[in-house]
């Protein structure tokens, strides 16, 4: 056998952003639905704040997560590369609570689709060269800070009090400063998240048409690792 013929397809590797709260994770459950028999992983940027352990844990309360600097965002970038070689990666584990990681790591093995969500994740110049789809989620502003409110208060242990402080002189102007701006990366704004069903079945079509032309290449010698390489958005998007 060719050994190019051999080589790891490389995943689809889609960036979701949108403001916090707006449902991305939500989106990529959704578009999962559409692609039945298809690996997909779902990686949080989230996951890749900065080890602040050294920390005291009140130091730690006053970092402002919402900006680019809270994460570190090399090693998700040298994670999507090593995924797109067909090598396992070792996806850190955080702690809400403690705002620290833990000790702990998660698995992600490579697959077929691999998402990559958080709010800043379009801002990145370097992940948005890794991938092959950018997506903006787009909701409105109230519904997001009741999106927020619901979820860190049931499952981050917050009081209603610190999450709309956090909102008000964190969030917004994170969000009007490095997010909302990162919109116009996007190669589709989705309003709604994931109850737009036409957008979803428009991003589903699109993957499994990238996996067919990748399956195509393979299967006349080329190598689509390599092509994917040397043109990571490969024009498909």
Do not use: W
């Amino acid at each position: 056998m060719n050994p190019q013929e051999q080589a790891p397809l490389p995943p689809v590797v889609i960036g979701i952003a949108g403001g916090s709260g707006s449902g991305k994770t939500t989106v990529a459950l959704r578009v999962r639905e559409a692609c039945p028999g298809k690996t997909i992983q779902i990686i949080h940027h989230d996951s890749y704040y900065h080890d602040n352990s050294q920390l005291p844990l009140e130091k730690r309360a006053e970092i402002n997560y919402y900006h680019p600097n809270a994460f570190e965002t090399a090693l998700l970038i040298e994670h999507l590369r090593e995924l797109r070689s067909g090598r396992a990666v070792q996806v850190p584990r955080y702690d809400y609570a403690i705002h620290s990681r833990l000790v702990e790591t998660d698995t992600c093995e490579p697959a077929d689709i691999v998402f990559v969500e958080g709010i800043l994740v379009l801002e990145s110049r370097q992940l948005r060269e890794l991938m092959d789809i950018r997506l903006f989620v787009d909701v409105d502003a109230d519904e997001r800070v009741l999106r927020r409110m619901k979820r860190d208060t049931t499952r981050r242990g917050r009081t209603m009090e610190s999450v709309m402080e956090q909102y008000l002189t964190v969030v917004r102007p994170m969000h009007q400063q490095f997010v909302s701006p990162s919109k116009r990366y996007a190669h589709l704004i989705i309003p709604e998240g994931g109850h737009n069903k036409v957008a979803i079945d428009l991003i589903a079509t699109k993957i499994l048409n990238i996996i067919r032309e990748r399956d195509q290449l393979r299967a006349v010698g080329l190598n689509p690792a390599r092509s994917a390489a040397d043109n990571p958005t490969g024009g498909q998007a």
